[in-house]
C-alpha cells in the first residue's frame, strides 16, 4: 500500500521543517522518500490548506499500573460522571481524571498522539502497568522503571558498592521490567517515609541507610549515562509542593554532575516563600537555572482548574498532602520494599490563591525557558489535570491575549504576584511541534518517530488550520498509525493495539546471583517469576516488545 | 518463562488456591501425571491433587457428551436468546477476565464476582474513605507489631504465618523482636501450633464486637476519653495496653479477611479499621494488610476495574458500564428473576459450582466439577497454573504473578472458550452492537 499526502503545510523540526508546503509518502507503515513515476499510488489525501506533524509523543502520563487502579476504584464518581457508550467500532469505558484503559487510547488517538510513556513502572508491579497499557488501544506505549527508594539499591549504596555494580542492577531492572528509562521519584524520600521520617531534602541523610538523596540521583544519572541509556534519568525531586522548594530542585539539578537529568513536573518543584503567604513563584530562578545548564530537560506538569486526582509514588508527600483530599478520601501504599504510592483526589480552584498561583507558575516556566527541546507539554496526567486538557493548554501558550483574559480571572492577589502578564513570548506551531514530537522522541532515543523523514514509522497527525490552536489541536482531521488511518475528524475510525518501547544495555549477569540473593532472603516471590521475558509481553500480556538501541557512544 | 512449554520440573510454581499466591512449590510431573511436590500447604496439595486425577473431559450438552463447537454452538444460541445475561462467578486468569469482558460488552451483561460479597466489604471502604495499605514483602520486612483481627487468617491463608508474618530472616532488625496480637473470636481451643512458639497475645472477642472494640481503639489513640468497663468490648484494659502499643510500635500491621466478616455491615468494620491504621500514621508508622484474592477476586476485579473503570458488580446492560454494589450482586439477580441467562465461570475449583437455578445456564467449570443441577451446557476447562499459562494477582493487588503450564490434555483455556464464543455470535450476527468492535 503507497499512500501520498500531498500539499500539506509540514511542520517537522527534527527535518528542519517549519511549515513548508509538501507531499509525504508512506508505504505500509513506514514514510518513504518519493516514489519513482511508474509506482501506483493507491490513495492521495488532499491536504492543501491542512497541517501535517508526525504523531505527539507524551513522555509522563500515568496511564497504567496500580496507582490508577486505585484511583479508579477510588473515584467512582469520575467514572459515573464520564460515561463513553461502547459503539460500532470502540468499547465502552469511561471517566476523566482517572479514564479507563481503552477511553484512554481513543482519547489519546483522538488527539492525534501516537505513543504515550507511564512514568512510574514500580518493578514489582511491571506486570500490571504493562497489562494495563496492552490495553489502551490505537497508541505505542512504554514505562520508567522506579528505582531509588528500593532497599536493594540504598543498601548497595550503604555498603558503597562498585559504580559497575549499581550500573548492572540498572541494567537488569530495565530487562527485567520491560522498561525504556529509570525514575527516580522523591530520592530515598519514600523509603524513609517508612522509617516515620516525614521530609527527606537533598542533602539530609537517610535515617537507617545513612545515605543522602544527592547520592542517590549522582549514582543513577552516573548509571544511565555509562550505560548508554538515551532518557537521562527522570527525577520527581524531594519536597513536592512545598514552599521552598526550588532550592531542592536546583541542588537536585547539580546532583547530576553535569550529567544528563531530566525534571519531572518541575511545576510542583518550583516553590517560593516569599509574600505575606509564604508561598510565591520560584518559576524564574528555575527557569534560569534550566536555561544555563544544558544538561538539564524539564516537562511542566501545567495544572489547570477543576476535578482530578493525583496519583504519585511519593507516599511521603501525598500523605501530607491529604489534608486537601477532595473529595475527601485518600488512600497510600508502602510496596514491596520497594517503593510506595498515594491516591489523592484534588480539586483546583482558580480563586484558590495557591492554585492560582500554580497555575501562572507552570506557564512562567514554559515561556520562561528558552529551548523548546528542553521543555515538554505535561500535566503530568492526571496530577496536574488530565491529559484531555493539553489543547486549552497549547492555546494558553500560543495567544498571549487568551492568556492574559484568563489571568484576569483568578485569584487577584496570585495574578499580581506572578510575571505572566509581563511575559510577551506565544509559542510557534513549530515550537509545539518541537515540544509534543521531535524533543521527546530525541530525549526518549526514539529515532523511529517524532520526524517525517523517510524510514520514520508513518505516525502522522493532520490538522485543519484554525485560527483558534485549542480547536485545532483537539480534533485532528486525520491520524495515522503506523501507516493505518485510525482516526478522522477527531473520532476513531480504526481500532489497533500498539507495542511496547523498551531499551537493553548490556550487563553483568552475575549480578542476578546478587540480586537472587536478597531476593531469597528477604522477597516473598522467586526472582524467576518476578522478570518478564518477550513472551510474556507478547503472548501473554499482549503487547511486543520493540527494542530501541542504546547511544553508540558508550563512554 | 511465557511458552508453550510443559514444565516437568520447576521449582518456582506459582500457586493459585489462594491468595497468598505462594511461588516457591517445587513440581515434578511424568506425562501429565503428578509426580511429587514440595513446599505447598494442605489446600496446595488438594489443589494439585484434584486437578491432576480429572481428565477426558468432554463438554456436555444437556448432559450429554459433545464436541468443543457444538458446544460452543448450543451456548451462543442461549446467549442470543437472552436480553440481560448475567455473567458470574469468574474465577479465571487474567485474559480469562479480558475476553470475558470483551464479550460482556458486546451482549450487554451484568457482571460479578462468585466473592462478591466479601470483596465489596472492602471495596466500599475503599470507595467511600480510602485506606492505608502495605504488602507482603514489606510486612515480612518492617512489621515489629502484627495486629490479627477475626481468628480466620491462618485458615485461609495456610503460610501466612511462614511467608509474611513471621519469617526466619528479616531485613530489619526492628522486625525480629515482632509481635503478634490475635483480636477476634479465640475460644478456648489451643492456638494454631505455628503461633504457639511465637510472641503473641490474644483478646478474645466475639465478631459481632469487633466493631466497637475497634471504635474504641481509636478513640485510645485519638486521647478521647472511653468508659473501658464497657462490657461490649470485652477486655477494656486490654485494648488499652494494645493501643499504647500501636502508638509506640515502629511499622505495625493491621490484617484481616474480609471473608470471615460475614456479619451485617461489615464494611464499617473494615472502614474502622482502615481508619484505625491511616489514624495511627499521623504520629507513627502503619498499615492495612487486607487479605483476599482467592478464587481469583483481586484478579477479576483488577481487570475489570481498568477496563471498565469500575470495579465488578458493573453492568454493561445500557452500552455503558454501570456499577451498583447493590442491584447487581449475582445471588439477587437470579433470585429476583432479573437476569434470563447465565454465563457461570470457575476454572479453580471443582466444589465452587454454579447455585441450582431455572436459568438457562452454561458453566465453564474446572473438569472435576460435580453439579447439584446440570447446566444446559458445561464445558470443562482448562485450571490456569496446571493447563495453561496465565497471570493471578495475589492478596496486595501489587503482584500479578505468572502461571506455568504443567500438563497438556487438551483443556481450553477459559479465554479460548469466551472467544470462541464470541466468534460464534459475531458470525451470527449476534452482537447487540455489531461492528469491528465486537
Known amino acids: 500500500m503507497l499512500i501520498k499526502l500531498e500539499g500539506a503545510r509540514i511542520y517537522d523540526p527534527a527535518n528542519n521543517i517549519n511549515g513548508e508546503i509538501g507531499d509525504l509518502y508512506v508505504r505500509d507503515n513506514m514514510i518513504v522518500a518519493k516514489p519513482s513515476d511508474s509506482e501506483t499510488i493507491h490513495k492521495t489525501y488532499a491536504l492543501a490548506g491542512k497541517i501535517v506533524m508526525a504523531g505527539a509523543i507524551d513522555l509522563h502520563t500515568h496511564i497504567g499500573g496500580g496507582k490508577v487502579n486505585i484511583a479508579r476504584t477510588m473515584l467512582p464518581e469520575d467514572q459515573r460522571d464520564n460515561v463513553m457508550p461502547r459503539t460500532e467500532l470502540t468499547r465502552s469505558g469511561g471517566g ?11 482519547r489519546y488517538a483522538e488527539m ?56 548492572d542492577y540498572v541494567a537488569w531492572t530495565l530487562q527485567a521490567t520491560q522498561c525504556i528509562g529509570i525514575k527516580v521519584v522523591n530520592p530515598g524520600g519514600i523509603n524513609a517515609f517508612k522509617f516515620n521520617q516525614r521530609a527527606l531534602d537533598v542533602d539530609d541523610t537517610h535515617p537507617h541507610y545513612q545515605i543522602t538523596p544527592r547520592e542517590i540521583v549522582t549514582k543513577l544519572s552516573r548509571a544511565l549515562h555509562e550505560l548508554a541509556v538515551p532518557h537521562p534519568l527522570h527525577v520527581h525531586a524531594s519536597n513536592l509542593g512545598v514552599p521552598g522548594n526550588y532550592l531542592s530542585t536546583l541542588a537536585t539539578m547539580d546532583a547530576a554532575d553535569g550529567l544528563p537529568i531530566h525534571l519531572t513536573h518541575i511545576q510542583f518543584h518550583s516553590y517560593g516563600t516569599e509574600g505575606d503567604r509564604k508561598f510565591s513563584s520560584s ?42 483530599a477532595h473529595p475527601n478520601k485518600w488512600t497510600c501504599m508502602d510496596i514491596e520494599c520497594e517503593a510506595g504510592c498515594g491516591v489523592v483526589p484534588f480539586r483546583y480552584r482558580d480563586k484558590n490563591f495557591v492554585n492560582a498561583l500554580q497555575w501562572a507558575i507552570g506557564l512562567e516556566l514554559f515561556l520562561m525557558v528558552d529551548d523548546p527541546w528542553r521543555v515538554f507539554l505535561t500535566t503530568d496526567h492526571p496530577n496536574g489535570a488530565p491529559f484531555t486538557s493539553y489543547p486549552h493548554l497549547i492555546r494558553l501558550l500560543m495567544d498571549r491575549s487568551f492568556r492574559n483574559d484568563l489571568l484576569a480571572e483568578i485569584n487577584p ?19 509545539i511541534a518541537v515540544m509534543t514530537r521531535a ?35 483537539a480534533k485532528p482531521m486525520l491520524v495515522f498509525k503506523a501507516g493505518e488511518l485510525i482516526v478522522e475528524e477527531g473520532r476513531i475510525s480504526k481500532p489497533v493495539n500498539g507495542t511496547t518501547q523498551v531499551v537493553r544495555p548490556e550487563y553483568d549477569p552475575g549480578i542476578e546471583k546478587q540480586i537472587g540473593r536478597w531476593f531469597e532472603r528477604y522477597h516473598t516471590i522467586s526472582l524467576p517469576n518476578f522478570a518478564i521475558s518477550d513472551d510474556e509481553m507478547a503472548e501473554g500480556i499482549g503487547s511486543p516488545v520493540s527494542v530501541h538501541p542504546c547511544r553508540e557512544n558508550r563512554p | 518463562m511465557w511458552n508453550n512449554k510443559i514444565d516437568q520440573t520447576t521449582h518456582t510454581v506459582t500457586c493459585p488456591s489462594c491468595g497468598l499466591s505462594c511461588d516457591d512449590l517445587q513440581i515434578e510431573t511424568n506425562n501429565g501425571h503428578l509426580k511429587s511436590m514440595r513446599n505447598g500447604c494442605d489446600k496446595a496439595h488438594a489443589f494439585y491433587q484434584t486437578a491432576f486425577s480429572n481428565i477426558d473431559k468432554s463438554p456436555l450438552i444437556d448432559g450429554t457428551p459433545s ?107 526492628q522486625a525480629r523482636e515482632r509481635k503478634l496480637v490475635l483480636l477476634g473470636p479465640w475460644g478456648s481451643d489451643p492456638l494454631p501450633e505455628e503461633l504457639t512458639h511465637l510472641n503473641t497475645l490474644t483478646i478474645p472477642l466475639d465478631l459481632e464486637r469487633l466493631g ?38 515502629k511499622y505495625s500491621v493491621i490484617c484481616w479477611s474480609a471473608a470471615e466478616f460475614d456479619l451485617p455491615h461489615s464494611d464499617l468494620l473494615i472502614q474502622g479499621l482502615a481508619e484505625l491504621a491511616k489514624e495511627l500514621n499521623n504520629e507513627s508508622r502503619s498499615a492495612a494488610l487486607p487479605l483476599a484474592g482467592t478464587q481469583a477476586d483481586i484478579t477479576s476485579n483488577q481487570v475489570c476495574t481498568w477496563q471498565l473503570g469500575y470495579p465488578l458488580r458493573t453492568s454493561l446492560q445500557r452500552g455503558y458500564p454501570q456499577h451498583d454494589p447493590h442491584l447487581n450482586r449475582w445471588q439477587d439477580l437470579i433470585e429476583r428473576n432479573e437476569s434470563d441467562f447465565l454465563l457461570w465461570v470457575s476454572s479453580l475449583s471443582p466444589d465452587a459450582s454454579p447455585p441450582p437455578c431455572d436459568l438457562p445456564g452454561v458453566v465453564l467449570g474446572h473438569p472435576g466439577m460435580a453439579f447439584e443441577a446440570l447446566p444446559a451446557v458445561y464445558i470443562p476447562v482448562g485450571v490456569p497454573g496446571i493447563d495453561h499459562q496465565g497471570h493471578w494477582y495475589r492478596s496486595d493487588a501489587v503482584c500479578s504473578l505468572p502461571l506455568g503450564k504443567l500438563r497438556e490434555i487438551g483443556l481450553p483455556a477459559v479465554s479460548h472458550v469466551v472467544r470462541l464464543l464470541h466468534q460464534k455470535l459475531r458470525s451470527n450476527s449476534a452482537c447487540l452492537h455489531g461492528g469491528a468492535a465486537c
Not at chain 1, 485543519?464 to 480547536?471: K, L, N, V
Open chain 1, 283 to 324: 518559576a524564574a530562578e528555575i527557569a534560569e537555572a534550566v536555561n544555563k545548564r544544558a544538561n538539564v530537560s524539564i516537562d511542566v506538569g501545567q495544572i489547570m482548574f477543576g476535578q482530578t486526582v493525583t496519583i504519585s509514588g511519593d507516599t511521603m508527600s501525598q500523605h501530607a498532602n491529604h489534608i486537601h
Open chain 1, 96 to 106: 476523566h481524571a482517572a479514564p479507563s484503559t481503552l477511553t484512554a487510547g481513543y
Open chain 2, 212 to 249: 466497637d472494640a475497634v471504635a474504641m481503639l481509636r478513640a485510645l489513640i485519638a486521647g478521647r476519653p472511653v468508659d473501658l468497663d464497657r462490657p461490649d468490648v470485652g477486655d477494656g484494659d486490654g485494648l488499652k495496653a494494645l493501643a499504647s502499643e500501636l502508638k509506640a510500635a
Open chain 1, 439 to 473: 524533543a521527546p522522541a530525541r530525549i526518549l532515543g526514539l529515532s523511529d518517530r517524532g520526524h517525517l523523514a523517510p524510514g520514520a514509522l508513518a505516525d502522522i497527525t493532520v490538522y485543519h488550520q484554525h485560527e483558534d490552536p485549542q480547536q485545532m489541536f
Open chain 2, 67 to 173: 464436541s468443543l463447537d457444538e458446544a460452543i454452538e448450543r451456548s451462543a444460541e442461549l446467549l442470543q436468546e437472552s436480553s440481560s445475561p448475567l455473567f458470574a462467578g469468574l474465577a479465571t486468569d487474567v485474559n480469562g477476565m479480558r475476553s470475558i469482558l470483551s464479550l460482556a460488552d458486546c451482549c450487554g451483561a451484568t457482571l460479578d464476582h462468585m466473592n462478591g460479597d466479601a470483596s465489596l466489604r472492602n471495596l466500599r471502604v475503599v470507595q467511600d474513605s480510602g485506606w492505608f495499605t502495605t504488602t507482603f514483602t514489606e510486612v515480612r520486612n518492617r512489621a515489629d507489631l502484627i495486629l490479627l483481627v477475626g481468628s480466620q487468617c491462618m485458615e485461609r491463608f495456610p503460610r501466612l504465618v511462614e511467608r509474611v508474618l513471621h519469617p526466619t530472616e528479616t531485613l530489619l532488625d
Open chain 1, 112 to 167: 492525534g498522539y501516537t505513543s504515550c510513556f507511564e512514568p512510574a513502572v514500580l518493578p514489582a508491579n511491571a506486570r500490571q502497568a504493562h497489562m494495563e497499557m496492552a490495553d489502551t488501544p490505537m497508541i505505542d506505549t512504554g514505562g520508567y522503571a522506579m528505582l531509588g527508594n528500593d532497599d536493594l539499591l540504598l543498601q548497595l549504596i550503604a555498603e558503597g558498592a562498585e559504580q559497575q555494580t549499581i550500573n
Open chain 1, 413 to 431: 492577589d496570585a495574578g499580581s504576584l506572578s510575571h505572566l502578564s509581563s511575559l510577551q513570548r506565544e509559542y510557534s506551531l513549530y515550537e
